[in-house]
Nanobody, 123 residues
Framework: QVQLVESGGGLVQAGGSLRLPCAAS????????MGWFRQSPGKEREFVAA????????YYADSVKGRFTISRDNAKNTVYLQMNSLKPEDTALYYC????????????????WGQGTQVTVSS
């Protein structure tokens, strides 16, 4: 069982940056693929990025490629989402999630979820 807690959200101006950490409990963190998703009011949950258990493979949604970076520190049981050049359309509730599968890109592929952290980008 893995429990996930996101933090780091807030209000930022367009063009700014935020870094979202997601802390995981449990001894098996390093065996999970980790992902980030986001959801805006009235929209479905959207895949943002994923990273393999070793950190050697990553995958990004086209909408964030080149602006966001996912990374992990297995010694600290933490996965990060560095968000640069933020746009108003990045405004959403951001979730981290854990999966036993290799780099799934749909929410159905993830077994454990955090509660989310709100990111608001003003124009």
């Amino acid at each position: 069982q893995v429990q996930l807690v996101e933090s780091g959200g807030g209000l930022v101006q367009a063009g700014g940056s935020l870094r979202l950490p997601c802390a995981a409990s449990g001894r098996t963190f390093s065996s999970y693929t980790m992902g980030w998703f986001r959801q805006s009011p009235g929209k479905e949950r959207e895949f943002v990025a994923a990273i393999s258990w070793s950190g050697g493979r990553t995958y990004y949604a086209d909408s964030v490629k080149g602006r966001f970076t996912i990374s992990r520190d297995n010694a600290k049981n933490t996965v990060y989402l560095q968000m640069n050049s933020l746009k108003p359309e990045d405004t959403a509730l951001y979730y981290c999630a854990a999966s036993r599968s290799l780099l799934p890109r749909s929410a159905e592929g993830y077994d454990h979820w955090g509660q989310g952290t709100q990111v608001t980008v003003s124009s």
